[in-house]
């Protein structure tokens, strides 16, 4: 059972890194998409009163095939965008046996920032994945699901990640 106290939510504005990488995974016919956004925040040093500006970089992961098109398709180093997801940390083993760990926020919705010419106002989200891949429409989901690869992890418990993912009927409202 969930508990109703906690809730995992990211909501970051940045600017991509570089273009999206996107991986086919043979085994389950689907791909997802991987890139890095930078945030930027001014930092006050309060000694000599000067900002200073830090940059932070989140790796980003897209596993909805509709997002992963529209990244691919869209996405370019530079561009201004928010994304919303979740946080995931995993650990994998890479090539030489070593124990990695990894934490990424998985996008179930991006949107396009900044001017008209550059795209401005075009999103996508997993709530348009209702209609087209059925409830759900994402990793775990019949049909939409995906085998991780090595040093991957499904999503825990073969949960899948539920901001706006959602089609569910009235009877799924608990009051």
């Given at each position: 059972?969930r508990d109703?106290?906690?809730?995992n939510?990211v909501?970051?504005v940045g600017?991509?890194?570089?273009k999206?990488e996107i991986?086919?995974?043979p085994?389950?016919g689907?791909?997802?998409a991987?890139?890095?956004?930078?945030?930027?925040?001014?930092v006050?040093?309060?000694?000599?009163q000067?900002?200073?500006?830090?940059t932070?970089?989140?790796?980003i992961?897209?596993?909805y095939p509709?997002?992963?098109?529209f990244a691919?398709k869209?996405l370019?180093?530079?561009?201004?965008?928010?994304i919303?997801?979740?946080i995931?940390s995993?650990?994998?083993?890479?090539?030489?046996g070593?124990?990695?760990?990894?934490?990424?926020?998985?996008?179930d919705?991006?949107v396009?920032?900044?001017?008209r010419?550059e795209?401005?106002?075009?999103t996508?989200?997993?709530?348009d994945?209702?209609k087209v891949y059925?409830?759900?429409?994402g990793?775990?989901?019949p049909?939409?699901g995906?085998?991780?690869?090595?040093?991957e992890e499904?999503?825990p418990?073969g949960?899948?990640?539920?901001?706006?993912?959602?089609?569910g009927?009235?009877?799924d409202i608990?009051?």
């Amino acid at each position: 059972m969930r508990d109703i106290n906690s809730l995992n939510k990211v909501i970051l504005v940045g600017r991509l890194g570089q273009k999206p990488e996107i991986r086919s995974h043979p085994q389950s016919g689907s791909s997802s998409a991987s890139f890095s956004l930078a945030t930027n925040e001014r930092v006050m040093n309060r000694q000599t009163q000067q900002q200073t500006e830090r940059t932070e970089w989140h790796k980003i992961k897209v596993w909805y095939p509709r997002l992963v098109e529209f990244a691919d398709k869209y996405l370019e180093k530079g561009k201004l965008i928010l994304i919303e997801g979740s946080i995931r940390s995993r650990d994998y083993q890479d090539r030489d046996g070593n124990k990695k760990y990894i934490t990424e926020v998985v996008a179930d919705k991006i949107v396009l920032l900044g001017k008209r010419e550059e795209g401005s106002a075009m999103t996508t989200d997993t709530t348009d994945l209702d209609k087209v891949y059925g409830r759900g429409g994402g990793p775990g989901a019949p049909g939409g699901g995906r085998s991780p690869e090595a040093g991957e992890e499904e999503f825990p418990s073969g949960d899948e990640p539920v901001g706006g993912a959602g089609g569910g009927t009235d009877d799924d409202i608990p009051f």
